[in-house]
């Protein structure tokens, strides 16, 4: 029932991606709770399987997080040190000369990180703003240097050589752990993995780790199944009308739930016992409505993710990625941990 989150899949996906970077401490990336499945639950999961270096958003994330996790547990903060945070038992990553002097001004002696910026442009010093502030930076001694990729989901994007290039460059004679990879860095091989690795929708069962267990099972309800005519159609506006004589069952969840509203009538099923039955009409706020002509029994709930239906794939008739399925399922569902 609701969504089942299978803890021990993302330990194996944990020790996987570790396996594919035995030289780097693997990191777990649980910004956003956990990409959607809980991030108390997935945090304190990993720390009893070895991880100590946790990574989320927000400082009002670790700052929830803190407590659940031992003191040896490191809570990076990937907006670094935004003004009036407090960062109490947090590490901010700094991203700009005004977060370093900010957070050297506020927290003299207290744990941070440094991220650099490789060539994304969205976060982290660029290299003349490194220059200037490098060696005094260096001499606060900061836990780890950082920098993000662009496009390490393809593995033969021109940036990533660029990106590595340049980090290396920056971050030459520095003596500081380095970290660069996240899911798709650490798939690229050992010249992207560096000290710290710090994989997010791997760990969750999402592309580009294909070999990644699934994680997530989200079964819905059937509220109820009727017969629909030639001609009829299904739902809002109309859009959906029945070629044949068919029976469609109604299940209670929708768009407010995270069943993004580009999956009506886009190819994407739901599955009885592996069997699937296709979305017709307008995915609606509480209600979604699917072809289940193809059952002989309709059963008290169908599944939208399933071994035969996994978050890449209703994200490709979403027209999105994973990431955003997983982020997008909200706390309206019964939650089942595994
Ligand atoms: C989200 C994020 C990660 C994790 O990325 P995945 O692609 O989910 O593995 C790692 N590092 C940074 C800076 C991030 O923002």
Redesign the pocket.
């Known amino acids: 029932m609701g969504l089942r989150i299978d803890i021990q899949a993302i330990v194996a996906n944990w020790r996987a991606l570790a396996s594919r970077a035995p030289t780097a401490r693997t990191a777990a ?1 649980v ?1 956003a709770d956990g ?1 959607g499945l809980g991030a108390e639950r997935v945090a304190t999961a990993l720390y009893q399987a070895g991880a100590r270096d946790f ?1 989320v ?1 927000l400082a009002k994330e670790g700052r929830a997080l803190r407590p659940h996790l031992p003191e040896d547990a490191m809570i990076n903060v ?1 907006s670094g040190h935004m003004p009036g945070e407090d960062l109490t038992g947090l590490v901010p ?1 700094l991203n700009s000369p005004e977060q370093f002097f900010r957070d050297r001004t506020m927290r003299p002696g207290q744990p941070f990180a440094l ?1 650099l910026d490789s060539g994304m442009n969205r ?1 982290g010093m660029e290299a003349a703003e490194w220059t200037a502030i490098r060696s005094e930076a260096l001499e606060a001694g900061p836990d780890f240097i ?1 920098s ?1 990729l662009a496009c ?2 393809e593995p033969d994007h021109p940036a990533n050589a660029a990106q590595l290039a340049a980090f290396r460059e920056m971050t030459a004679g520095c003596n500081v752990p380095l970290s660069l ?4 860095g ?1 798939l690229l091989g050992a010249d992207y993995h560096f000290d710290i690795v ?7 069962g ?1 592309m ?1 780790f294909a070999q990644a267990r699934q994680v997530v099972r989200l079964s819905l309800p059937v509220i109820q199944t009727r017969e629909v005519h030639v001609g009829e159609f299904v739902g809002y506006g109309s859009t959906w009308i029945a070629g044949d004589t068919c029976r469609v069952a109604t299940v209670a969840a929708g768009y407010a739930d995270g069943i993004l509203r580009a999956l009506s009538s886009s190819g994407a099923c739901l599955y009885a016992d592996g069997v699937a039955c296709p979305i017709v009409g307008r995915v609606s706020m509480d209600l979604v409505t699917a072809d289940v002509s193809a059952l002989s029994d309709v059963p008290a709930e169908l599944d939208l993710i399933c071994d035969q239906q996994p978050i890449d794939r209703v994200a490709d008739f979403a027209g999105t990625i994973g ?1 955003e399925i997983l982020t997008a399922l909200r706390q309206r569902y019964e939650r089942t941990y595994l």
């Open positions: 990336v910004k990409y990574f958003a990937l990553v991220q976060l950082m993000h390490a989901d990879s996240a899911t798709g650490i710090r994989p997010g929708v791997g760990l969750y999402g580009p990431y």
